[in-house]
C-alpha cells in the first residue's frame, strides 16, 4: 500500500506565500508523476500543477509565473512553493501521485492524498 501526506496549507493574507508538501511511503518501486490539484466549496477539483519523472513541470494557466513545482527523488516528496497567493487561490489542495508499486512492477496506480486546506484571506 501507498500512502500521500500533505502538509503546509493554512491562513495567509492575499500577496503572501505558503509551501506544500506531500511524502509518500509504502512500498513504492518508482513514482512516475506527482501533481497537485485543488477544490474549492462548490467546484470541481482542478489540475494546478504536474511534474513528471523527469521533472518536466505543467501548470494551470491561473497559477503560471506564481506557483512552482518541484520533486525530491530520494524522498519520493514533492512541493509547491505558492507566491502572490489570491483570494481565488482559496481550496484544499490534493497530491496525487502515479506510483509503481513493489508488487507490481508492471503495472501503475493512481494514489491521493487526504488534502490540506488554504485560505487567502485578509
Known amino acids: 500500500q501507498v500512502q500521500l501526506v500533505e502538509s503546509g496549507g493554512g491562513l495567509v493574507q492575499p500577496g503572501g506565500s505558503l509551501r506544500l508538501s506531500c511524502a509518500a511511503s509504502g512500498s513504492i518501486f518508482s513514482i512516475n508523476a506527482m501533481g497537485w490539484y485543488r477544490q474549492a466549496p462548490g467546484k470541481q477539483r482542478e489540475l494546478v500543477a504536474t511534474?513528471?519523472?523527469?521533472?518536466?513541470?505543467n501548470y494551470a494557466d491561473a497559477v503560471k509565473g506564481r506557483f512552482t513545482i518541484s520533486r525530491d527523488n530520494a524522498k519520493n516528496t514533492v512541493y509547491l512553493q505558492m507566491n502572490i497567493l489570491k483570494p481565488e487561490d482559496t481550496a484544499v489542495y490534493y497530491c496525487?501521485?502515479?506510483?509503481?508499486?513493489?508488487?507490481?512492477?508492471?503495472?501503475?496506480?493512481?494514489?491521493w492524498g487526504q488534502g490540506t486546506q488554504v485560505t487567502v484571506s485578509s
Open positions: 496525487k501521485a502515479i506510483v509503481t508499486p513493489v508488487q507490481s512492477m508492471t503495472t501503475t496506480f493512481q494514489y
Open positions: 511534474i513528471n519523472s523527469v521533472s518536466s513541470t
